[in-house]
C-alpha cells in the first residue's frame, strides 16, 4: 500500500524558513516523480515543484524559484521541501505527491497523494 506523509507544517513570520518532510512508504522513492503542491482556501491546488524520477530535473512555480527548494533522500524515503524567506502568500495547505509516469508538474499527472500539511504566513 503506497503511502505519503507529510510534516513539518506550522506558523511561521514573514521572511522565515520552514523545512516540510514526506516520508513515502509502500514503494521505492527514487522510481517516482516527486512534487509539491499546494492549496490556499478558495483556491485550485497548484504546483510549487516538482523534481523528476532520473532526479536530472527540477521544475519550480515562478512564485518560489529561488526560494524553495526540492530534495529527496533516496536512502531515507522522503522527500523535502526547504522553504525560505517565506511570505503571507505562500499560507496553504501543502502535499506531496508521487508518480511512476508524470512528465508535467500538474496535478492531473499525480496518483499518489499524501494528507497535506498547514503552513501560515503571518506576523
Known amino acids: 500500500q503506497l503511502q505519503l506523509v507529510e510534516s513539518g507544517g506550522g506558523l511561521v513570520q514573514p521572511g522565515g524558513s520552514l523545512r516540510l518532510s514526506c516520508a513515502a512508504s509502500g514503494f521505492t522513492l527514487d522510481d517516482y516523480a516527486i512534487g509539491w503542491f499546494r492549496q490556499a482556501p478558495v483556491k485550485e491546488r497548484e504546483e510549487v515543484s516538482c523534481?523528476?524520477?532520473?532526479?536530472?530535473?527540477?521544475y519550480y512555480a515562478e512564485s518560489v524559484k529561488g526560494r524553495f527548494t526540492i530534495s529527496r533522500d533516496n536512502a531515507k524515503n522522503t522527500v523535502y521541501l526547504q522553504m525560505n524567506r517565506l511570505r503571507p502568500e505562500d499560507t496553504a495547505v501543502y502535499y506531496c505527491?508521487?508518480?511512476?509516469?508524470?512528465?508535467?508538474?500538474?496535478?492531473?499527472?499525480?496518483?499518489?497523494w499524501g494528507q497535506g500539511t498547514q503552513v501560515t504566513v503571518s506576523s
Open positions: 523534481r523528476s524520477s532520473s532526479n536530472r530535473t527540477a
Open positions: 505527491a508521487a508518480d511512476a509516469q508524470a512528465s508535467r508538474c500538474q496535478t492531473s499527472h499525480f496518483t499518489n
